[in-house]
């Protein structure tokens, strides 16, 4: 049988390997889908996953990846000499910035989050990449000099929204785009919570329907050979589990390993207000916002 591959996204379905999955349930019975979507509701309702979604610090990207930011904008020998590493201090850094501060959250609530030194924030991106294919000084590499630190803010995604972080922008030499590191202590973010075993995404994202609080658009996955019957959802008073009814029509031949995508609507029993999507295949909330990958 041919493997699923991944394209963008996760390949939602492929031949008949998912039905043999224990993590999803796909051509699954509308009494097999409750039964799968009453065990993703237990092992997630009051879990350390969900308080930390709801009411802690998960962020949905990563905080500092590697190399600079806004890539595209940038010449072409920032990027090298950055991967790299060829960083040079040529000032002093502040060294009396706050060891805490304040991060306000959508609903208004505010934590307090610890930060990062300047220096600290330095060290860790003026470290060269773990592989290197083109070493310092070949084909334009020169060095990246630090003249400059001040404490700002960025925008950053996270499970309850975009907030506004602390970060350390640095002015280099030359370069007119700033360094910008984030300079939220690691240890105050949450990581993302992993989908349950054997698992694979069935809905990718989700939006309100505009003006129906009780219809949500879906974006989900296919393959080429499978049958689509419609999207299935199981509510609680504080969740939705969703999956995509699908079912695999090969009938034993051989079916291109790609991605389809299509949009569905799902209509709920009542509005869907303050309460999380899951997907049944993972486990995990699905996003709103059907263009954000």
Same mark, same amino acid.
């Given at each position: ?10 390949l939602s ?5 998912h039905e043999?999955s224990p ?7 509308r ?11 237990a ?6 996953d ?31 000499s950055s991967?790299?590493?060829?960083w ?8 009396n910035s706050?060891h805490?501060?304040d ?6 609530e ?15 991106f003026?470290? !060269? %990449?773990? /592989? ?9 590499? +020169? @060095? =990246?000099r630090v003249?400059?630190?001040?404490l700002?803010?960025?925008?950053l995604?996270?499970s309850?929204g ?7 922008v640095?002015?280099?030499e ?5 360094k910008?590191?984030?300079a ?18 069935e ?7 505009a003006?129906k609080p ?8 296919f393959g ?12 609680t008073?504080q ?5 995509m ?10 079916? !291109? %390993?790609i /991605?389809k ?8 029993t +009542? @509005? =869907?207000?303050d309460?999380?999507v ?9 996003l709103q ?5």
């Amino acid at each position: 049988m041919i493997a699923c591959l991944s394209l963008v996204l996760l390949l939602s379905s492929c031949g008949g390997d998912h039905e043999a999955s224990p993590g999803g349930s796909h051509g699954a019975s509308r009494d097999e889908f409750e039964t799968r979507a009453r065990e993703v509701a237990a092992r997630w309702q009051g879990s350390a996953d969900d308080h930390a979604w709801r009411n802690g610090f998960v962020a949905l990207e990563v905080l500092n990846p590697q190399g600079w930011n806004h890539v595209s904008q940038i010449p072409a020998w920032v990027n090298r000499s950055s991967h790299n590493g060829a960083w040079r201090l040529a000032a002093k850094l502040p060294a009396n910035s706050p060891h805490r501060a304040d991060v306000r959250w959508p609903d208004g609530e505010v934590s307090q989050v610890p930060l990062i030194s300047a220096a600290s924030a330095y060290e860790e991106f003026s470290k !060269p %990449a773990d /592989l290197i294919e083109e070493e310092c000084p070949a084909k334009g590499c +020169r @060095p =990246l000099r630090v003249t400059g630190a001040r404490l700002g803010k960025v925008p950053l995604e996270t499970s309850r929204g975009t907030i506004q972080v602390p970060a350390w922008v640095f002015t280099v030499e030359g370069v007119e785009q700033k360094k910008v590191h984030v300079a939220v202590d690691p240890s105050a973010v949450t990581a993302r919570p992993e989908r349950i075993q054997g698992g694979f995404e069935e809905v990718m994202a989700f939006d309100l329907v505009a003006g129906k609080p009780d219809e949500l658009l879906i974006r989900y996955g296919f393959g080429a050979c499978d049958t689509v019957h419609g999207p299935r959802a199981y509510e609680t008073d504080q969740l939705v589990v969703i999956d995509m009814d699908e079912e695999d029509s090969s009938s034993g031949k051989l079916c !291109p %390993a790609i /991605l389809k995508t299509a949009t569905a609507t799902v209509t709920l029993t +009542r @509005p =869907l207000g303050d309460r999380l999507v899951l997907d049944s295949g993972t486990g995990l909330p699905v996003l709103q916002g059907l263009n954000r990958r």
